[in-house]
């Protein structure tokens, strides 16, 4: 029993490592490609700390949202190496359920933000315009969007970490023949 424990906290271990280098990764990529109103990235080089403020909030929510998912993964590891017999689930299987339920976060965490992002900005078009006063280096508006960003990671990686848990195969108690 103690090797099994082992074993699952050390792939909890890798699975975190590798995981936080892709999310920061792909995030980055993503939303620095995504935005359409300037260059995340020329501002970010030139300085501007509202940008670098709400990239850094994006890139700690999408990290929180797939932490949720993590933990289903390593659920159904633990599943798959304590009860062997119980789950009849395929190393392989595990492997891309293990790929799905990450991949499904990946896009919650990226549809949540831009979401989020731009119905905050439809919302606020009138007076404020968060793309041009975020270009201009403007810090509270920065810092107003990483809080936006934040806030609704934090409800929705609840859903997530719900939806995640609620996949992870559970093994069979047995069966109880009431009728016949």
Not at 123 to 137: D, I, M, N, S, Y
Not at 143 to 172: D, K, N, T
Request: with cysteine; net charge positive; glycine share 6%.
């Amino acid at each position: 029993m103690l090797n099994i424990r082992i074993i699952v906290s050390v792939f909890e271990f890798l699975l975190a490592v590798l995981m936080s280098g892709i999310v920061i990764y792909v995030t980055y990529k993503i939303f620095i490609r995504a935005n359409p109103d300037f260059d995340m990235e020329d501002e970010i080089a030139r300085g501007n700390t509202s940008v670098g403020i709400l990239v850094a909030s994006i890139l700690f929510s999408a990290s929180v949202i797939l932490q949720k998912a993590i933990t289903s993964v390593v659920s159904m590891f633990r599943l798959y190496m304590s009860a062997p017999g119980e789950n009849n689930i395929a190393l392989w299987k595990l492997i891309l359920m293990s790929a799905g339920h990450l991949t499904i976060a990946m896009a919650a965490a990226v549809i949540t933000i831009s979401v989020t992002l731009r119905l905050f900005g439809r919302l606020t078009r009138e007076k404020l315009h968060a793309g041009k006063e975020l270009q201009k280096g403007n810090v509270a508006v920065g810092i107003l969007l990483s809080a936006v960003v934040i806030i609704a990671c934090m409800y929705v990686g609840e859903g997530v970490s719900a939806v995640s848990s609620a996949l992870v195969p559970q093994p069979s108690i047995g069966e109880i023949e009431i009728m016949k």
